[in-house]
């Protein structure tokens, strides 16, 4: 009996000893994968960790030079930032914090450059959608209307579309294109939420060019039932 089983246990090595020599390579590599994998990984997280608290750092710092007025040491800390941590979130709300200031002293060409930043860095569609918005009120201001509406054509995020169709309004106002105008507003109308402060501004936009947003809307229904 136990020749028996020794012989049993040695078929079961042998046949072990084939297996391992033919899949112990490609075991080995893909456990040596598994681990590389792991280790990126965690590498990954730690390398975001430690950008988000360096990045964090440097927005306070900046934060305090905006609350201070001192737009020249906030512009060099946001240059920093900008080249350490580009896409980092804290950057992003940086440049936000910059350009406000920046347009709120006059400096306006300083402000372009900081929300164009956002644009071209931010992965956050809701950032890159409060810069172009921004950027757009700045071209607008300058009579700059083709590239104001370069900037809020390129809005991704559908939260903001009200806003974006009611700008696109303002522009199309002052380019005496009213019905185009019209139907910019409608669609701002329509897309804030009812409860928005700002729907009512909207509202009075339609207003003064003759319109009852109520009343379109009432309207538009009656015809979608037909």
Not at 86 to 114: N, P, V, W
Not at 187 to 193: E, M, N, R, V
Not at 205 to 225: C, H, M, W, Y
Request: hydrophobic share 45%; net charge negative.
């Amino acid at each position: 009996m136990a020749n028996q089983l020794d012989l049993e246990e040695q078929e079961q090595l042998d046949q072990l000893k084939h297996f391992w020599s033919q899949y112990g390579n490609l075991i080995t590599g893909l456990l040596l994968l598994v681990l590389c994998a792991v280790a990126a990984w965690n590498a990954y997280h730690y390398w975001q960790r430690s950008q988000a608290t360096q990045s964090a750092a440097m927005f306070d710092e900046m934060s305090k030079s905006v609350a201070a007025g001192d737009l020249a040491m906030a512009q060099r800390t946001f240059s920093d930032m900008k080249e350490r941590y580009a896409s980092a979130t804290y950057t992003q709300q940086a440049a936000l914090a910059l350009a406000r200031q920046a347009s709120d002293k006059g400096e306006l060409e300083a402000a372009k450059a900081a929300l164009q930043s956002v644009v071209d860095k931010s992965a956050d569609e809701g950032y890159a959608a409060i810069a172009r918005l921004r950027l757009a009120n700045l071209y607008f201001d300058a009579k700059d209307y083709a590239q104001a509406l370069v900037m809020l054509d390129g809005v991704k995020d559908d939260a903001f579309a009200g806003l974006v169709a009611d700008r696109k309004g303002d522009i199309l106002v002052v380019q005496a294109k009213r019905e185009d105008a019209k139907a910019a507003y409608l669609l701002a109308y329509q897309k804030l939420d009812e409860r928005a402060q700002y729907r009512r501004v909207v509202q009075v936009k339609l207003n003064a060019l003759g319109v009852d947003p109520e009343a379109s809307a009432a309207s538009t229904s009656a015809e979608v039932k037909k």
